[in-house]
């Protein structure tokens, strides 16, 4: 990623835009900050928050006009927050707080002129950045509204202590400022005596305040908005240190006065309260409560419905940040490597965003990226890369006419997990498409998708260039996919290939003989690849109303689905946080699931609740669908293997069966225990017989003398996996797997 690439990602995320509120401030006061403390009550340190921002905040804090309330977001959902009576009871309410402390002097003196409070702030500010400024007046905010009593004079005393000098009594007259002129770097008048001496000198710029008399500043006229008149004595004071320091005076001025902010903030759920209001002051009680109806606006909204983005405890700008900065590392952080590699990919989140900031696609980027560096973690994706290459081996594809056709109109394409998971139903639907179309020949392969999601690339491409030559060499048929992910990826990168979803197929011809009938009320699933698919699933909704379901929508649904925990292969790179998606999703609704992607239902029952797959009811076996469990990594691959051949030995009256691997032939049975840890773990059952294949011909292991349990192992590529077991008639029982990277070295002694 370079960083201007990493700059138009960061600018996408609004999460650090400010809220409405002090944007709409003149003087940006942070009113969510005050409004959190408030709440809590912290009185002193809500003023800490005002004292910050304004100039002589015991006067402003108590003229304030509250501008921000035009734009609070909480004025849709029961109101505005009571900005200004809020910082009138905090400053009534706090302990006073001594001024900030002024800069280094500058070595320029300027004089401000006029009664106002815009003369005021202008001092307060310029005193504050190193300037020696002189206050000439009449009298010092003479012409401000009554304030009780002590207030202007305790910050009056602020102001001689942050170093600015006045003089009162002053004849304010046009000689006056002539000589003012010539006595100092800058003056600046405030609007009041511009309006009753210099007018005939023209208005002053609205941007700048400057005059036709160069280091000549006045404020505006005729305002009477407090909070805007000190914004004027703020702007003078920026004015005045452009103009001394010799640099542009308007570049980069855009964020001084009230602005346009793009924080987005959903009130989808938040419930409209009134604002407390009172006659006169508040007490504490409803000053708390006022500042609590203060929504603390940000937007989230990609946090809020992902659990993957909320696991790492930031928001999308700062992952862009970390991908960043990952990059640059040789090997990249672990925690940046696992962050990178848990994004589902789903797309969520930018269907969320208000400006369309994509995770999947940062992250997606820097696994390929990484890959072709040589720097990602080899065992991130390596599992369910194996589990590709076994689906698409010798063992698993098969690509055929139907039987005793030389030529097929459409050809069913199921997806490697469907057949991983169930097989029966996959061939149940080949038939039924066979009978309602005739000529439907089967392609099983898998459509890369791993690949593609783990940013192999290059595998990716060689998986469709594989996928292509078989489908052309069937005669380029229309393609039937039952995946919504295979329906997705057909689409992309096989352009030129007619795909059609099986549920529009069913739609269109009508149900299956045997299809169930009244299955009740159900809570459907939408996957990830369906987000922006719309007839897809309007297809499905409408095959579930025909078998009788009664659709129950989650909140999240359709094009906000959340992702069941396989996407992105979150459940492989990322184990823990994958279970806590499916549980998230799985825990959401009381129904039963039903879903069209076997890997939404598998993860869905993982998690122990009911789900069934639609082909569950459309294809229904002699099961209870809902309890099905989620088949295990070992039974998914013979699932595979076995499909093909039965397939080809009753369809085709051809032998499926390849010759037998040495090791295939070794028994092997499970603890319970031991069951868990090969899931957990990702070994396989292959994998346990090439170790026992292998301490067969080396006849070498380890004895317990605790248990009388053995222990042997193996290092087939780059894995050494250990096994713990004890002897079982003619085969193995085992108790304890596991495996590593390392590479254990024998030295004789």
Not at 402 to 424: H, I, K, M, R, V
């Amino acid at each position: 990623m370079e960083q201007a690439e990493l700059r138009q990602w960061e600018r996408k995320c609004v999460q650090e835009e400010v809220p409405q509120c002090v944007a709409a401030c003149p003087l940006h006061v942070d009113a969510r900050t005050f409004c959190s403390l408030m709440a809590q009550r912290r009185w002193d340190k809500a003023w800490q928050v005002l004292a910050k921002t304004l100039p002589l905040p015991g006067v402003l804090a108590r003229l304030c006009d509250g501008p921000c309330k035009a734009a609070c977001v909480r004025k849709e959902a029961g109101g505005s927050i009571e900005m200004d009576r809020l910082e009138r009871f905090c400053a009534e309410t706090a302990k006073p707080v001594a001024p900030p402390q002024p800069l280094p002097k500058r070595g320029k003196s300027v004089a401000v002129v006029g009664d106002g409070l815009t003369a005021l702030c202008a001092t307060w500010e310029m005193a504050r950045r190193g300037f020696d400024v002189t206050l000439h007046c009449s009298v010092p905010g003479g012409l401000l509204p009554a304030l009780p009593e002590g207030v202007l004079e305790r910050e009056l005393e602020n102001l001689v202590k942050l170093g600015a000098a006045i003089e009162d009594g002053v004849d304010l007259t046009v000689e006056a400022i002539d000589e003012l002129m010539d006595e100092n770097d800058a003056v600046f008048v405030d609007g009041e005596f511009w309006t009753a001496h210099l007018s005939e000198v023209g208005e002053p710029d609205a941007l700048t305040l400057g005059t036709q008399r160069v280091g000549l500043f006045a404020g505006p006229k005729g305002e009477t908005s407090a909070v805007l008149l000190a914004a004027a004595g703020r702007r003078a004071a920026n004015s005045v240190e452009r103009f001394t320091q010799g640099v542009s005076m308007v570049t980069g001025r855009e964020l001084e006065g009230p602005y346009e902010t793009r924080l987005y903030t959903s009130l989808a759920k938040v419930e409209s309260v009134p604002p407390v209001v009172v006659d006169g002051m508040y007490t504490e009680e409803n000053g708390r409560d006022e500042a609590g109806r203060c929504l603390q606006c940000e937007c989230m909204e990609c946090v809020k419905h992902c659990e993957y983005l909320k696991h790492y405890k930031f928001y999308p700008k700062v992952y862009a940040r970390q991908i960043y900065n990952n990059e640059s590392i040789v090997m990249g952080t672990r925690q940046a490597n696992s962050m990178i590699n848990s994004c589902m990919l789903c797309g969520l989140c930018e269907t969320l965003c208000p400006e369309d900031f994509s995770m999947a696609d940062v992250c997606l980027e820097a696994r390929r990226t990484m890959v072709e560096s040589d720097t990602m973690p080899p065992s991130a994706h390596e599992f369910a890369l194996r589990d590709m290459a076994f689906a698409n081996g010798e063992k698993c594809v098969l690509a055929r006419h139907a039987p005793g056709l030389d030529q097929s109109e459409y050809l069913f394409f199921p997806g490697c997990q469907l057949t991983a998971s169930n097989p029966d139903s996959v061939q149940a639907a080949y038939a039924d498409l066979r009978k309602q179309l005739g000529s439907v020949g089967l392609l099983l392969h898998c459509c890369g998708a791993p690949a593609e999601w783990s940013g192999r690339q290059a595998l990716m491409d060689e998986t469709v260039s594989d996928l292509r030559k078989e489908w052309e060499a069937l005669g380029g048929p229309k393609i039937i996919a039952a995946c919504p992910t295979c329906l997705k990826t057909l689409h992309e990168y096989l352009p030129d290939a007619e795909v059609v979803s099986h549920w529009a197929i069913l739609r269109a011809l009508g149900l299956p003989t045997d299809t169930a009938r009244d299955c009740g009320s159900m809570a459907i699933n939408d996957p990830c690849a369906a987000r922006h698919n719309a007839m897809l699933r309007e297809d499905v909704r409408a095959l579930l109303e025909q078998v009788g379901v009664i659709v129950e929508e989650p909140e999240m649904t359709g094009e906000t689905a959340q992702c069941c925990g396989y996407g992105g292969l979150l459940s492989e790179a990322n184990p823990e946080l994958g279970r806590a998606v499916a549980e998230r999703r799985a825990a959401e609704m009381a129904e039963d699931w039903v879903t069209y992607c076997v890997m939404c239902r598998d993860m869905i029952a993982k998690t122990g609740k009911r789900a069934v797959h639609i082909y569950d009811l459309l294809y229904p076996q002699d099961v209870d669908a809902g309890a099905r469990p989620s088949p295990g990594y070992s039974l998914r691959r013979e699932n595979r293997s076995h499909l093909r051949e039965r397939l080809l030995a009753e369809l085709w009256q051809e032998n499926g069966a390849l010759a037998v691997e040495p090791y295939e032939s070794i028994a092997v049975s499970f603890t319970a225990e031991a069951s868990v840890l090969m899931e957990e773990r990702r070994i396989l059952k292959s994998d346990v017989q090439k170790v026992f294949l292998n301490m067969q011909k080396s006849r070498r292991r380890f004895v317990s003398r605790e248990n009388g349990h053995f222990l042997t192992s193996f290092r087939p590529v780059v894995v050494t996996y250990w096994v713990e077991f004890s002897e079982q008639g003619e085969g193995y029982l085992v108790h304890n797997v596991w495996s590593h990277r390392m590479k254990v070295r024998e030295v004789l002694s």
